[in-house]
């Protein structure tokens, strides 16, 4: 494709790639799943320009996929959850297939080190999936035979893509001047209109799923707050048991907070998690936290104290990745964007004096 034009406003892309997926039915959540792994791609790669074009490696995206999907395959009420109409859906029975081989590890990171060669396997399935489905559905008006590269050039993938092909191509998807920037800066509005999507498409695909069925979305999205007691007492030990952000001691049963929301980027990494106070953790909620939170969260000291953590946990601190998502997030935000610095206080967010992580 040598016609591609670099993405002048944002909010067009936002609103093409919004009117691909509300037409037609969908007969799999793949193109959504695709989509949101992409986003959170741009999020934490996002390249130092605007108008740059960013490679995406395919084995990259099919990790993000998969771990969308890692705690949607759980049954739900007892039953399995159908997320496509074919009988087959190949990314479901491959995250189930790597939940069997890791002995179901709680994440898809544990997984990876408990099973590594079932990992590698899966994640090869995944990529062959991603190429001949989603990855050329995604710019295709529902029942046009064309497809319109406005994101990245797709003329490589077809239904019958060869392994061999994708490795002639690198492997990657190249997203088009300006596309990682605008798919970052739109992520606070995509990554919720996909989840309505998405929560929809499951209950049109389980009829089981009526109206008094509670909570289908915290089931695929939310996030299990059991699997975050594990790091309550290592961090009161390790951090004493005051909350991070108002420093009031805290009780037994106190939450744990995602510095950066999980609702923007659900990094789950030690870095991105710290003790909090049940009224902080409420008021913040998926507000963008100000800055000085950031840069407490990454602190150098704290990064040891996590170390030592995770290693007792197997729990990865993922801190190179909570410092990329935060650069990828604050880049995107107009100055003076409202943040939540503390229970009831705003900062306007002013980065004429970048902090070290979000410089470029
Ligand atoms: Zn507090």
């Not at 008094?212 to 996030?223: E, Y």
């Amino acid at each position: 494709m040598d016609t591609v034009q670099p993405v002048g406003d944002p909010l067009l892309l936002g609103q093409r790639l919004v009117a691909i997926l509300e037409t037609g039915l969908r007969t799999a959540t793949y193109k959504l799943a695709t989509l949101m792994a992409l986003v959170e791609h741009c999020i934490e790669n996002l390249p130092a320009r605007e108008h740059d074009s960013l490679a995406v490696p395919i084995p990259e995206l099919a990790h993000r996929v998969l771990d969308l999907y890692w705690r949607q395959v759980r049954p739900f009420d007892g039953r399995e959850l159908r997320q496509s109409t074919q009988s087959r859906a190949r990314i479901l029975i491959a995250a189930t297939t790597l939940r069997h081989a890791s002995r179901g590890a709680s994440s898809l990171d544990t997984a990876r080190l408990r099973a590594p060669e079932a990992y590698r396997k899966v994640i090869d399935d995944v990529v062959l999936c991603l190429a001949q489905q989603p990855l050329h559905r995604l710019q295709k008006l529902p029942g046009s035979p064309t497809s319109d590269p406005f994101l990245y050039d797709d003329a490589f993938l077809h239904d019958q893509v060869s392994r061999r092909t994708l490795r002639s191509h690198g492997d990657a998807v190249v997203l088009n001047p300006g596309v990682a920037h605008a798919l970052a800066r739109l992520s606070g509005l995509l990554k919720p209109a996909l989840e309505v999507m998405w929560v929809d498409d499951v209950r049109r695909m389980n009829k089981f799923l009526d109206e008094d069925v509670p909570d289908v979305a915290g089931h695929l999205f939310g996030r299990s707050r059991s699997g975050f007691a594990a790091v309550r007492e290592p961090f009161k030990d390790a951090f004493g048991p005051h909350c991070f952000y108002c420093r009031t001691h805290l009780p037994a049963n106190n939450p744990i907070d995602h510095v950066l929301p999980w609702s923007l980027v659900g990094i789950d990494g030690l870095a991105n998690l710290v003790l909090a106070c049940a009224r902080c953790n409420g008021d913040k909620s998926g507000a963008l936290p100000a800055l000085n939170l950031i840069d407490r969260a990454l602190d150098d000291d704290r990064a040891i104290s996590l170390e030592q953590i995770a290693t007792s946990l197997q729990w990865p601190t993922q801190r190179d990745r909570v410092a990329a998502a935060a650069r990828g997030i604050y880049r995107g935000q107009p100055t003076g964007v409202p943040t939540w610095s503390g229970f009831r206080q705003r900062e306007r967010l002013d980065i004429s004096f970048p902090p070290a992580w979000l410089r470029p």
